[in-house]
């Protein structure tokens, strides 16, 4: 088994790079550009890699270092053979949780030293913004040896599974009216609450059609770029052949010229636009 | 007429509140408890509402400017209502506005305890707006100020969502000592605000009447005015704009309110329950970036 796997970003038209609040792992670094990672069969653990897309909300305090808090602490458990569950979930938002509250801690101390307020917030509305938080969303898609892959999903970012030229999965949604709907979303203060948890999505059980061949596209995108692909390819096309083109290596990668032409042409929402693209074989 | 444009900071829109502030805004609402004045109930709905927008505009850690705001009042006299540091200002972008509060009150705030009772928690209630209840009810200068400030607004940002209107009232025009005539003074100036455009749609206009008798039954979002008890009501459903397709979801998949094909930002005899849901209609899908 090998895995290559590449990773794009760019943040909505006429923002900063250091403005974009979507996240991924494996981490984009808008200075150095698209990365591309290979794995071979013996570097490949037992528990697989995981892969995520986070997108930071438009509301909330630090939603973005939030995104790129639980994209990092999304790691295959060793010696953990089940599929992504909601207990891994649960543990990857414990971890995020901790980090979040050192993140703060770390910054309350530093902007205390230096005499200046914790945020450019008015000083009425920083604590209630303290109190809400951040919020993102996060899918994470676990790729283990021997055809072996599950996914979870908080929200709206999504997988596709390409094989030979067909559109094989769409996780976690298959229907455009879905991206209308206001995205369940993680909590940076408290997590997940009843609701969202109600709300999980877990990728079924493997059929033997749906395992991983050699030579099958996985692609991880946040919602603009999935809603724009998915639509797409319900009207005949396959999107994939141009993500299929872009390169794997910096700014030669190609995707700003990409995500141009996808909201020019293809009405894609101008929003931050985050893709990651796995080759197994 | 799409309703599609993105809200940003490089495209923010504007968004006015017309409030009534005469006279009859000094009774007691209906079935309050404690009692409550109308404008009282008002100014901390309006005043929370803003406290709320100021939160909602919190990217990362700072407030982005969205929204402009503006309030207007009319009564005894037809000016921008704001208290305090914003006497004369017009539109003021969200940030500055959420900057510097008239003052800020400490208020008790009841929260779920979890358990099926309430903890009181303090909150800083920042207050922008102050009730007043004094003079007439000159609506139709207060709906052509809005005009005015809609009409400039939109010329300086001609592809903006466009200016939503939310005006607040609980009694008829004295424009006219003729009703007929102050309906029908008041009705083309609605019609002449909701006439203006940006390319991403005309101006958004509510209108939200509140109840003065603990009998009355609200009217939200009505298609047809013909469950109106009279000319007035009819000029104000005439008056208002229809709801677009993100409003008619929230009404109906947030707060359970019946909305159809042709539903109208039009509320009667509102309660202070459906005006903050009615402020949430307006205002919660806004399509931020």
Not at chain 1, 65 to 92: D, F, H, M, T
């Amino acid at each position: 088994m090998s895995i290559q796997v590449s990773n794009y970003s760019t943040p909505k038209h006429g923002h900063q790079a250091n403005e974009n609040q979507d996240a991924s792992k494996p981490r984009f670094h808008p200075r150095h550009g698209t990365k591309t990672l290979n794995y071979k069969n013996t570097e490949i653990p037992e528990a697989g890699f995981i892969f995520a897309v986070s997108d930071g909300a438009s509301e909330g305090l630090f939603s973005g270092i939030w995104a790129r808090i639980i994209a990092s602490c999304a790691n295959p458990r060793s010696g953990y053979n089940k599929r992504l569950n909601a207990e891994v979930l649960q543990e990857w938002i414990r971890k995020s949780l901790d980090v979040w509250g050192r993140f703060m801690r770390k910054r309350m101390l530093s902007r205390m030293k230096l005499g200046v307020p914790l945020t450019k917030l008015p000083s009425w509305l920083e604590e209630p913004a303290l109190e809400e938080g951040g919020f993102a969303t996060l899918t994470a898609l676990q790729i283990k040896p021997k055809g072996d892959w599950s996914a979870v999903a908080v929200g709206d970012s999504c997988i596709f599974q390409v094989r030979s030229k067909k559109l094989q999965f769409s996780f976690p949604i298959t229907d455009l009216i879905d991206f209308e709907n206001r995205p369940y979303l993680l909590s940076s203060v408290y997590g997940i609450d009843e609701e969202t948890q109600i709300q999980l999505k877990f990728s079924p059980r493997l059929k033997k059609s749906n395992r991983w061949k050699s030579g099958d596209r996985f692609y991880i995108m946040s919602d603009a770029m999935a809603c724009c692909f998915l639509k797409r390819y319900k009207m005949g096309e396959k999107p994939w052949i141009e993500i299929e083109n872009l390169g794997t290596k910096g700014p030669a990668s190609h995707f700003e010229e990409l995500v141009a032409r996808w909201r020019n042409e293809f009405g894609m929402r101008n929003d931050d636009v985050t893709l990651i693209r796995i080759a197994v074989k | 007429m799409s309703y599609t444009a993105e809200i940003s900071r490089t495209s923010p829109t504007a968004l006015v509140f017309v409030i009534d502030q005469s006279g009859s805004m000094a009774d007691q609402i209906p079935s309050s408890d404690p009692p409550q004045r109308k404008c009282d109930a008002v100014a901390d709905i309006v005043n929370n509402f803003l406290r709320n927008l100021s939160m909602k505009c919190v990217k990362e850690e700072e407030v982005r400017d969205y929204f402009h705001i503006g309030v207007i009042g009319y009564g005894q006299k037809v000016e921008m209502a704001w208290s305090g540091g914003f006497l004369n200002r017009e539109l003021i972008p969200i940030s500055e506005m959420a900057s510097s509060p008239a003052k800020i009150e400490a208020r008790i705030q009841k929260l779920p305890d979890g358990a099926g009772g309430f903890i009181e928690q303090s909150i800083k209630f920042p207050v922008w707006f102050e009730p007043v209840a004094s003079g007439g009810t000159p609506m139709t200068s207060a709906i052509k100020m809005a005009h005015r400030l809609a009409d400039q607004w939109i010329k300086e940002n001609p592809a903006c969502f466009p200016p939503i209107v939310i005006h607040i009232t609980d009694g008829e025009s004295t424009d006219s000592t003729d009703g007929d005539e102050a309906n029908r003074m008041v009705g083309e100036a609605m019609e002449n605000l909701k006439s203006i455009s940006s390319t991403d749609g005309n101006v958004l206009l509510f209108n939200i009447h509140l109840s003065s008798s603990r009998n009355a039954r609200p009217i939200s979002f009505p298609s047809n005015s013909t469950a109106l008890p009279d000319d007035y009501a009819r000029m104000l459903f005439e008056g208002s704009s229809e709801l677009t397709g993100d409003m008619k979801f929230v009404a109906k998949n947030e707060h359970g309110l019946s909305v159809s094909e042709g539903s109208k930002c039009f509320v009667l005899e509102a309660d202070i329950i459906l005006l903050i849901q009615c402020l949430d209609v307006g205002t919660k899908r806004a399509n931020l970036r």
